[in-house]
């Protein structure tokens, strides 16, 4: 299994600020994603981070909204940029370990934008 | 939108009684996997199944899927105070670096 970390874990943020999320895996991982979680909803991806090079978005989200990095396989950000209170969500990192397919989630940031 | 689906939406037991939650999905898939979420945190991986498998069991834990219907069902034995929760099931698709998709989950909650 893959130990998952974020900073941090709650920010209360003004309109048209960015923040950014920081996400420690405690091993090496193939694959890295992020996904938002809006108010009693369920999952959505936002990304997957690719190591060294830029991010694969979903329908919906670009790059200049939520930029990504992933300098190496343990380490991503994600940056929400201009914030209005739509943004308001819980933001997971998420990774998957060769082999066995499983994914695993960290603890998530949970943000609200007034 | 959601590749998954689960019925229902949510489930009210007795503590002690079994809780089965199920899970639909539309395309093909590489494997299934289970999660749960207590309130507004993040998600514990439960067991995966894969495409090939038909029933895999964890402690209380049983799921079953049936790629033929296109379904999955997860079923909690002996539910106790503690299960009350969020539960989601993620298709992990065959295409795409096999990215996950979730269902919009269930809501269960153990009364005492």
């Known amino acids: 299994s893959a130990v998952i970390s974020q900073k941090p874990s709650r920010d209360i943020c003004q309109r048209g600020t960015s923040l950014t999320i920081q996400c420690q895996v405690d091993?090496?991982?193939?694959?890295m994603f992020w996904y938002r979680q809006q108010p009693g909803q369920s999952l959505t991806l936002i990304a997957t981070a690719n190591q060294g090079s830029e991010a694969t978005y979903e329908s919906g989200f670009v790059i200049d909204k939520f930029p990504i990095s992933r300098p190496n396989l343990t380490f991503s950000t994600l940056t929400v940029s201009n914030m209005s209170p739509e943004d308001s969500s819980i933001y997971l990192c998420?990774?998957?370990?060769?082999?066995?397919?499983?994914?695993?989630f960290g603890p998530g940031t949970r943000l609200t934008v007034l | 939108s959601q590749q998954g689906e689960e019925d229902p939406q949510a489930l009210s037991i007795q503590e002690g009684e079994n809780a089965t939650m199920n899970c639909s999905y539309k395309t093909s898939i590489n494997n299934l996997q289970w999660y749960r979420q207590n309130s507004g945190r993040g998600l514990v991986h439960l067991i995966l199944i894969r495409s090939n498998e038909r029933e895999k069991h964890s402690g209380r834990l049983r799921v079953t899927l049936d790629t033929s219907k296109k379904s999955s069902s997860l079923l909690i034995t002996a539910s106790r105070a503690a299960d009350t929760a969020s539960y989601f099931c993620a298709t992990a698709l065959i295409q795409g670096a096999q990215k996950l998709v979730f269902g919009q989950g269930t809501r269960l909650t153990i009364n005492p």
């Open positions: 998420s990774a998957r370990t060769s082999g066995t397919g499983e994914q695993f």
């Open positions: 091993s090496q991982v193939t694959m």
